[in-house]
């Protein structure tokens, strides 16, 4: 692991030529966070939301629609704020699975297929069992909260990473006035904040906590690691060691740079993250709540001292923290019923992209047994073909990732699709 900016600390008279080389801003940047070993099945798991990310889209945008039927020109207008290229057809008839596409009137529409709205409507009704589920998360969110509070605007960033649906606001809070209340003391539209009316001392246990009391031992944090990783054990051990501080815990008696303050950090990142549908957040986005959850400025260096909770990843070039324990292999240990549907929607995408891909091959083959041209493709490279194109159509037509402004507009949705 490697900090550049440890070498840069006291060298001010060469920063200012440094930053005048091309691109040196971009390569300091890319340093400037410690570098953590890959592991190919949690790298998996970070990516595998953007199988679904677009069509998911492309699924909300027909469903706003009154009649829940779009035209093709309609969609192919808002391939541009998917970043989509190509013509919207196309990519419609790559999915059968998930979206019909008929001619009527001498125009093209789309309409989601029977499979689709079928998941639909049990995604709906699982939003309406799990209301118990978003009260008990925002309490959890306002009460780790410096008092007890939380923007509007900021925690909308992070609602579907909850599992929260788009109109929580009017279908939650006005049910609960003994939980919850509108409140803006500065009078500015974005200062809204969400505050906690009283505190719930049974919701004040964290996941560390709960397991612990399942098992009937001390609380304290798990390690994933390998036991390969002798010096990273040994810091973790070192670390478990002090007694594990509850992120309900007022900060007020921790003082500021701490080990009893960093101990109660982990555990804010821990149990926010063990909140999430898929128990990962960006670190940017963390990062936007330093102050309601009394955060460190350097936060991604204090996660990356602790590889055996946390895996920290850098896919898209935007920095992702995981909870290890939540994941065996690529796979999440405990799934949200809002997951389960969710990978019911990702299954069925990729049984149609698999039924076009493979009605393609078939016609490709056709066409060159007429111009007897029968060339010999073994399975392995058939198989490898496929999987190219699957991952094409995912990532070319997403548009240009490493082009900054098109990885920001990528990572948004990525991140704020995750659970709607």
């Known amino acids: 692991m490697v900090i550049v900016n440890i070498y840069l600390g006291n060298t001010s008279s060469c920063q200012s030529r440094l930053y005048t080389l091309p691109c040196f801003h971009n390569i300091l940047r890319s340093f400037s966070l410690w570098s953590m070993k890959k592991v190919p099945e949690l790298e998996s798991a970070l990516s595998r939301n953007r199988r679904w990310i677009v069509n998911n889209q492309i699924k909300n945008i027909i469903l706003r629609l009154p009649s829940q039927v779009a035209t093709v020109k309609y969609l192919?207008?808002?391939?541009?704020?998917?970043?989509?290229?190509?013509?919207?057809?196309?990519?419609?008839?790559?999915?059968?699975?998930?979206?019909?596409?008929?001619?009527?009137?001498?125009?093209?529409?789309?309409?989601?297929?029977?499979?689709?709205?079928?998941?639909?409507?049990?995604?709906?009704?699982?939003?309406?069992?799990?209301?118990?589920?978003?009260?008990?998360?925002?309490?959890?969110?306002?009460?780790?909260?410096?008092?007890?509070?939380?923007?509007?605007?900021?925690?909308?960033?992070?609602?579907?990473?909850?599992?929260?649906?788009?109109?929580?606001?009017?279908?939650?809070?006005?049910?609960?006035?003994?939980?919850?209340?509108?409140?803006?003391?500065?009078?500015?539209?974005?200062?809204?904040?969400?505050?906690?009316?009283?505190?719930?001392?049974?919701?004040a246990v964290s996941a560390v906590e709960a397991s612990a009391q399942k098992q009937g031992t001390e609380p304290c944090f798990s390690c994933c690691l390998p036991s390969t990783w002798v010096k990273s054990w040994e810091k973790f051990k070192e670390f478990n060691a002090t007694p594990y501080i509850s992120p309900y815990l007022d900060t007020k008696g921790l003082g500021e740079g701490s080990k009893e303050m960093e101990k109660r950090t982990i555990g804010v990142v821990h149990e926010l993250l063990s909140l999430t549908l898929?128990?990962?957040?960006?670190?940017?986005?963390?990062?936007?709540?330093?102050?309601?959850?009394?955060?460190?400025?350097?936060?991604?260096?204090?996660?990356?001292?602790?590889?055996?909770?946390?895996?920290?990843?850098?896919?898209?070039?935007?920095?992702?923290?995981?909870?290890?324990?939540?994941?065996?292999?690529?796979?999440?240990?405990?799934?949200?019923?809002?997951v389960v549907v969710k990978d019911k929607f990702g299954e069925l995408m990729q049984e149609g992209l698999h039924e076009y891909n493979q009605r393609h091959r078939l016609m490709n083959l056709e066409k060159k047994k007429k111009r007897g041209m029968m060339p010999v493709r073994s399975e392995k490279s058939e198989d490898v073909r496929t999987e190219i194109s699957q991952q094409d159509v995912i990532g070319d037509k997403l548009g240009g990732l490493f082009d900054p402004e098109e990885r920001k507009r990528f990572y948004k949705v990525l991140f704020d699709d995750g659970a709607s």
């Open 278 to 338: 898929w128990k990962k957040m960006s670190i940017v986005k963390l990062g936007h709540f330093k102050r309601e959850f009394s955060l460190p400025e350097k936060l991604n260096v204090l996660l990356l001292k602790h590889p055996g909770i946390f895996y920290v990843s850098n896919k898209y070039q935007i920095y992702t923290v995981l909870l290890r324990e939540a994941y065996n292999g690529s796979e999440l240990i405990e799934k949200d019923p809002l």
């Open 76 to 203: 192919q207008k808002k391939f541009k704020t998917l970043d989509l290229q190509g013509k919207a057809i196309n990519w419609l008839k790559k999915y059968p699975c998930c979206f019909e596409v008929y001619f009527e009137n001498n125009e093209h529409y789309c309409r989601l297929t029977k499979r689709m709205m079928s998941l639909v409507e049990e995604e709906e009704s699982v939003k309406e069992m799990q209301e118990s589920a978003y009260v008990e998360r925002l309490v959890k969110l306002l009460m780790m909260s410096r008092n007890q509070r939380l923007n509007v605007v900021k925690l909308n960033e992070l609602k579907r990473n909850f599992g929260f649906p788009d109109e929580y606001i009017i279908r939650i809070l006005p049910k609960y006035p003994d939980m919850f209340q509108l409140v803006n003391y500065s009078g500015r539209k974005s200062s809204m904040e969400i505050e906690l009316v009283s505190w719930k001392p049974e919701l």
